[in-house]
Antibody, heavy 120, light 109 residues
Framework: QVQLVESGGGVVQPGRSLRLSCAAS????????LHWVRQAPGKGLEWLTV????????SYADSVKGRITISRDNSKNTLFLQLDTLKPEDTAVYYC?????????????WGQGTLVAVSS | EIVLTQSPGTLSLSPGERATLSCRPS???????LAWYQQKPGQAPRLLIY???SRATGIPDRFSGSGSGTDFTLTISRLEPEDFAVYYC??????????FGQGTRLEIK
């Protein structure tokens, strides 16, 4: 079955960086685009970024553009999210999610999320 | 960026009743590229509906989606106890950016 497992979250000081990972299994990783979505405590869902199946296309939300970088390693079935210059408002659960179909940008499977807390 | 407005913010109903949730985009959503997700406390979102009206794999037929353009609806025909959760709509257009509504909380009356 499809599994997405995020890791790399934790408590980090403002201004520092963090790299999140998402290990995938149960499907052909290299044929699906992948997304990161976050959710601040008690708040709604915020889409952050997507990367195409082959890694050549990337798109970012304006709210985080310039501070985050998405990447993937198809040989290791792993998705990454680099978070730079972290701010307290970046505190959230970060989810990775699979896109079902090419050019239809919704997500059919989600990981359980990893919590990032930005605090001094 | 397309802004999605969901209503009501909170819906209080009893098991067995019908639930109707609304999602209104600030501009027309092309090709009905609209999805609905369910989220329970402490869990990841779960895809219910995509393409405005197509049920995702394993979703019971009491869940249905309808609408087009700037007016979309998620209907739960007969509420089961496990349906009480927060529901989000999402527009995914023909390309990013992707946006979510602010959510509707469905609570037991």
């Amino acid at each position: 079955q499809v599994q997405l497992v995020e890791s790399g979250g934790g408590v980090v000081q403002p201004g520092r960086s963090l790299r999140l990972s998402c290990a995938a299994s149960g499907f052909t990783f290299s044929t699906h685009a992948l997304h990161w979505v976050r959710q601040a405590p008690g708040k709604g869902l915020e889409w952050l970024t997507v990367i195409s199946a082959d890694g050549t296309f990337k798109s970012y939300a304006d709210s985080v553009k310039g501070r985050i970088t998405i990447s993937r390693d198809n040989s290791k079935n792993t998705l990454f999210l680099q978070l730079d210059t972290l701010k307290p408002e970046d505190t959230a659960v970060y989810y990775c999610a699979r896109q079902l179909r090419f050019a239809e940008w919704f997500q059919d499977y989600w990981g359980q999320g990893t919590l990032v807390a930005v605090s001094s | 960026e397309i802004v999605l407005t969901q209503s009501p913010g909170t819906l209080s109903l009893s098991p067995g009743e019908r639930a109707t949730l609304s999602c209104r985009p600030s501009q027309s959503v092309r090709s009905s590229y609209l999805a609905w997700y369910q989220q329970k406390p402490g869990q990841a979102p779960r895809l219910l509906i995509y393409g405005a009206s197509s049920r995702a794999t394993g979703i019971p037929d009491r869940f249905s989606g309808s609408g087009s353009g700037t007016d979309f609806t998620l209907t739960i025909s007969r509420l089961e106890p496990e349906d009480f959760a927060v529901y989000y709509c999402q527009q995914y257009g023909s390309s990013p950016p992707i946006t979510f509504g602010q959510g509707t909380r469905l609570e037991i009356k």
